[in-house]
């Protein structure tokens, strides 16, 4: 008859799967961080501007409700 020693089967085990858990976090990550940076569009420029817009668009809703 065998002997196994199921602590370091267990452990062995463990190691792995935090091993994978911890690869696919940080695939998840870095996924994220890409998507993030490669966003398409949206420059500095344009959301000074928007901003600009969105005061200007107050100012005239303040100016009619007075």
Same mark, same amino acid.
């Given at each position: 008859m065998a002997y196994f %020693?199921?602590?370091k089967i @267990? %452990?062995?085990a463990t190691s792995t %799967?935090? $091993?994978s858990i911890f690869d696919r976090l940080v695939k998840f990550i @870095?996924? $994220?961080a890409t998507a993030? =940076? =490669?966003r398409p569009g949206i420059s500095?420029?344009?959301i000074v @501007?928007?901003?600009k817009r969105a005061e200007?668009? $107050?100012r005239a809703v303040d100016k009619l409700m007075r």
């Open positions: %020693d199921t602590g @267990a %452990d062995t %799967d935090a $091993r @870095a996924t $994220r993030i =940076t =490669t500095p420029k344009q @501007a928007a901003q200007a668009h $107050r």
